[in-house]
């Protein structure tokens, strides 16, 4: 997937990265970024999995697409990690503190794009929607109004 088009206000993300089944996706004018990966191997049969990238989305089921698309769609300077672990649905933590402009290089792989990721993010909670505002992780939705006020 060249591009890809969310579905709340039809923002496009140009493909800047691939590696097999994981990809980085850039929206300039928003200065969004969103990070792709797959499970590569099935914990089962230790086998390669077959997940694709379509796959990663086709897991956001019902509310979890339409919290994805916001959090691309209406913050700037935001980051996502979409992570589809092998047998279940996808994962995703969005960072609303890293400007992903300062993530942009010449030939950064995608390995490269997740390591700088995780490295800025704090310690996060087991859930499978994070979202990270002033330093601190969320499960999504419960950023508090004065975090919110404050970021914005």
């Known amino acids: 997937m060249k591009t890809i ?3 709340l206000e039809g923002t496009e993300f140009n493909q800047i ?3 097999g089944e994981n990809a980085v996706y ?5 200065n969004n970024l969103i990070i792709v990966r797959t499970d590569a191997i099935n914990d089962e049969t230790l ?5 694709t990238i379509e796959d990663v989305f086709g897991y956001l089921v019902g509310d979890r697409w339409e919290h994805f698309c916001a959090s691309a769609e209406y913050y700037n300077n935001a980051a996502i990690f979409v992570h589809k672990p092998w ?4 994962d995703f933590i969005a960072n609303y503190d ?3 402009a300062k993530l942009l ?3 950064r792989s995608v390995k490269g794009f997740t390591r700088a990721f995780h490295k800025v993010c704090p310690e996060l909670m087991p859930y499978k929607l994070i979202e ?6 969320y499960r999504y939705g419960e950023i508090p109004e004065e975090v919110m006020d404050a970021h914005c």
């Open 5 to 7: 088009t969310l579905s």
């Open 17 to 19: 990265a691939v590696d």
């Open 26 to 30: 850039y929206n300039a004018e928003l």
């Open 47 to 51: 086998s390669k999995n077959d997940d």
């Open 87 to 90: 047998h279940t649905t996808t």
């Open 98 to 100: 890293l400007n992903p």
């Open 105 to 107: 290089m010449p030939n």
């Open 132 to 137: 990270v505002m002033n330093g601190k992780a």
